[in-house]
Antibody, heavy 120, light 110 residues
Framework: QVQLQESGPGLVKPSETLSLTCSVSGGSVSSGGYYWSWIRQPPGKGLEWIGYFYDSGSTIYNPSLKSRVTISVDMSKNQFSLKVTSVTAADTAVYYC????????????WGQGTTVTVSS | QSALTQPASVSGSPGQSITISCTGTSSDVGAYNYVSWYQQHPGKAPKDIIYGVSKRPSGVSDRFSGSKSGNTASLTISGLQAEDEADYYCNSYTSSSTYVFGTGTRVTVL
């Protein structure tokens, strides 16, 4: 079955760009029908949907993050990525990548999550 | 977009039933039958337990059930068990083609 694994730096300095990658195994990131999302969870807080891409490159973002977020895909590596610019301490969170096969019925596949701390 | 509203905590004794509400607006919960629910144990990734308001993914216990009325969706856990102690989040598709999560509910088994 499809499995997801997040990777990236665990520490990012304020004002810099956070970059994470989600590797897809057991399936193709370009396969039709999947919408690929990023979700984050600040320490002790709830889940926040960041955005998703579909159809090999179309994207939809959370309006509250739209100006700072980019989700992209690298089909050659079977990966998709998240970039968040101008980070602050408020961007400290566990970041999850997830797959949504029955769109728009929500995320049915989740990565294990990766912790990103924004600090100098 | 604003987070959907859930009670911060709900508790019950083993064997009892509890219900968690998830209140949104006519632009999300009330707009479509695309409400999903997630269970999250401490330090773990969320797991989907309900989709399409009331459908259960394969392997999810039938003790979990979902419903919706107007702008409010609900998750009911019947026959409460110790393993059900976790955080629960609702999620809805919106009229802007985005998703929005609920604020989350901590379920405690007394």
């Amino acid at each position: 079955q499809v499995q997801l694994q997040e990777s990236g730096p665990g520490l990012v300095k304020p004002s810099e760009t956070l970059s994470l990658t989600c590797s897809v195994s057991g399936g193709s990131v370009s396969s039709g029908g999947y919408y690929w999302s990023w979700i984050r969870q600040p320490p002790g807080k709830g889940l926040e949907w960041i955005g998703y891409f579909y159809d090999s490159g179309s994207t939809i973002y959370n309006p509250s993050l739209k100006s700072r977020v980019t989700i992209s895909v690298d089909m050659s590596k079977n990966q998709f990525s998240l970039k968040v610019t101008s980070v602050t301490a408020a961007d400290t969170a566990v970041y999850y990548c997830a797959g949504d096969q029955g769109h728009p019925n929500g995320m049915d596949i989740w990565g294990q999550g990766t912790t990103v701390t924004v600090s100098s | 977009q604003s987070a959907l509203t859930q009670p911060a905590s709900v508790s019950g004794s083993p064997g009892q039933s509890i219900t968690i509400s998830c209140t949104g607006t006519s632009s999300d919960v009330g707009a479509y039958n695309y409400v999903s629910w997630y269970q999250q144990h401490p330090g773990k990734a969320p797991k989907d337990i309900i989709y399409g308001v009331s459908k259960r993914p394969s392997g999810v216990s039938d003790r979990f059930s979902g419903s919706k009325s107007g702008n409010t969706a609900s998750l009911t856990i019947s026959g409460l068990q110790a393993e059900d102690e976790a955080d629960y989040y609702c999620n809805s598709y919106t009229s802007s083609s985005t998703y929005v999560f609920g604020t989350g509910t901590r379920v405690t088994v007394l």
